[in-house]
C-alpha cells in the first residue's frame, strides 16, 4: 500500500507518453497533485507549483497556438489546479500553531 501512489505516478508517466499534446498539461498537474499526496510537504513547496505553472504555461500556449473546446477546457483544468494550489498555501499560513504539549 506504501508504494501505490508512487506506482501512479509511474503509470502516469508512461501514459503520457502516449497522449495527444493537448492532454499533456492535465497529466503535468495531476502529476503534481500526486506527488502531495505520496511525498508531502518538500513536494508540496517545491515541485507543486512547479508543475502547476509549466502545466499552465503550456495550456495556455495551445490555447492560443489551436484554439478548440478541448484546448480551453484544459486551460481552465489549470487555472483552477492553481487556484486550489494557492488555497492550499493560503490555509496553511494562516492555520493557527498547535496547542503546546503537555
Not at 501512489?5 to 493537448?22: D, E, Q
Not at 490555447?63 to 493560503?90: G, N
Given at each position: 500500500?506504501?508504494?501505490?501512489?508512487?506506482?501512479?505516478?509511474?503509470?502516469?508517466?508512461?501514459?503520457?507518453?502516449?497522449?495527444?499534446?493537448?492532454?499533456?498539461?492535465?497529466?503535468?498537474v495531476v502529476?503534481?497533485?500526486?506527488?502531495?499526496?505520496?511525498?508531502?510537504?518538500?513536494?508540496?513547496?517545491?515541485?507543486?507549483?512547479?508543475?502547476?505553472?509549466?502545466?499552465?504555461?503550456?495550456?495556455?500556449?495551445?490555447?492560443?497556438?489551436?484554439?478548440?473546446?478541448?484546448?480551453?477546457?484544459?486551460?481552465?483544468?489549470?487555472?483552477?489546479?492553481?487556484?486550489?494550489?494557492?488555497?492550499?498555501?493560503?490555509?496553511?499560513?494562516?492555520?493557527?500553531?498547535?496547542?503546546?504539549?503537555?
Open positions: 500500500m506504501d508504494y501505490l501512489i508512487p506506482v501512479c505516478l509511474g503509470l502516469l508517466g508512461l501514459l503520457a507518453i502516449f497522449v495527444p499534446n493537448w492532454q499533456l498539461p492535465v497529466f503535468i502529476g503534481g497533485w500526486l506527488g502531495v499526496l505520496a511525498w508531502g510537504w518538500l513536494w508540496l513547496m517545491i515541485f507543486l507549483p512547479l508543475l502547476n505553472g509549466v502545466g499552465l504555461a503550456y495550456a495556455l500556449w495551445l490555447m492560443f497556438k489551436r484554439p478548440s473546446l478541448a484546448s480551453r477546457l484544459v486551460a481552465a483544468f489549470s487555472v483552477i489546479s492553481v487556484i486550489l494550489m494557492l488555497a492550499l498555501y493560503y490555509a496553511f499560513l494562516t492555520m493557527p500553531p498547535f496547542p503546546p504539549q503537555r
